[in-house]
């Protein structure tokens, strides 16, 4: 064989060899958040394509240590270390690099091709100027990096798109998925002591998710209970724990993080969802409930009328008396409309992991052309 006929085989071989991809799946460190949930379930629908396009792509999954082998045979696992975090250099080896959100300490090689995905620029809103400014500017950073910006919502990309410097690059839409509650296994709360009817919402309770609005509200509301879940180690869920106590409201329990199964119980048998929120890139607890097929009460800011679109019912404003009203008219609206509960979870079925993976992967595909 000649040195030309050699190049030519090795050139031939390297275009057939599968292209690296490594996903950054950190955020599975925190399954209790938004992105924690991102991570298990998008890892879950790559791991569940790899057989299928093994021959042009194979995958590595940067994971906590817990996690390694956690998504199966058919991906490769990475754990974090010091130096890596620190000198992407060293991160190399990959044709693709994709950081499932903007808040990675782990960035790729120079010789790898970067996707990017941003899930909202909350912090604009939530840090003090100073601290949201040098957040910007780091991200800003990345997005100079990234060969391809993605966003989860309409809404996110309309912010990045005013806020960061993209020159000529094109953020494209990419929904989250959802996984349908609908049948998941559930266990009751031991904190649900009686049969009443009863509201929830769920998240971190946090100044942004607006959940202090609720608590008024449920003294016009008697005939039922509002169960809050979620993280409640912030200021935040002290002062709404102190209202309860100081007002007496009786019909409201904060419960703290709790079990999967028994979110899967809230979903399942709650009268309606609430989520007032004030700053959503997605919300994907709002999505949750509606593949349950159940009603949702959701404010009209940022992502969520895109996200619950007509399928959802919305607070115009957080008076009491008014969403107090509003709830007791459209959960009678729907006992005379129960075909609605079925359109509720069509819309929610939208939101597939699967469609959601084979969109990143068509995106992998242009990039490494």
Not at 90 to 110: A, E, K
């Amino acid at each position: 064989m000649t040195k030309s006929e050699k190049k030519d085989k090795i050139k031939v071989d390297l275009l057939q060899k599968p292209k690296q991809i490594l996903i950054d799946l950190l955020k599975l460190n925190n399954l209790y958040v938004g992105l924690g949930q991102v991570s298990l379930h998008y890892g879950k629908a790559i791991a569940a394509k790899a057989l299928e396009v093994k021959d042009k792509m194979e995958f590595t999954f940067l994971v906590p240590e817990k996690f390694v082998d956690y998504f199966g045979n058919d991906v490769k696992y990475q754990t974090p270390n010091f130096f890596k975090r620190h000198y992407s250099f060293l991160n190399s080896g990959f044709d693709l690099w994709h950081s499932i959100h903007q808040d990675s300490d782990f960035m790729p090689s120079s010789k790898s091709k970067f996707v990017l995905t941003i899930h909202d620029l909350n912090f604009l809103t939530e840090k003090n100027q100073t601290k949201a400014k040098k957040r910007l500017a780091v991200l800003q950073q990345k997005v100079n990096r990234a060969n391809a910006v993605v966003s989860i919502s309409n809404f996110s990309k309309s912010e990045i798109e005013r806020h960061l410097q993209l020159k000529n690059k094109k953020v494209e839409v990419i929904y989250n998925g959802v996984e349908s509650l609908l049948h998941s296994a559930s266990v009751k709360p031991s904190f649900l002591k009686n049969e009443n009817q009863f509201l929830s919402t769920i998240g971190n309770l946090t100044a942004k998710k607006n959940f202090h609005v609720l608590l008024p509200m449920m003294k016009l509301l008697p005939q039922f209970q509002l169960i809050i879940a979620g993280n409640d180690a912030d200021n935040y869920a002290t002062e709404m724990k102190k209202k309860i106590t100081d007002e007496n409201i009786s019909n409201v329990i904060i419960t703290g993080k709790i079990a999967a199964e028994e979110k899967n119980y809230l979903m399942q048998n709650c009268t309606a969802f609430l989520f007032p929120s004030l700053l959503e890139g997605f919300g994907l607890p709002v999505v949750e409930a509606m593949s349950c097929g159940k009603a949702v009460f959701v404010s009209r800011l940022t992502s969520l009328p895109e996200i619950a679109a007509d399928k959802g019912f919305y607070l115009d404003n957080f008076e009491s008396q008014q969403m107090a009203n509003l709830i007791q008219e459209k959960l009678q609206w729907l006992n005379l409309h129960q075909n609605f509960n079925q359109e509720i979870i069509a819309h929610a079925n939208k939101f597939q992991w699967e469609m959601n993976a084979a969109k990143y992967l068509e995106l992998y595909r242009s990039q490494l052309r």
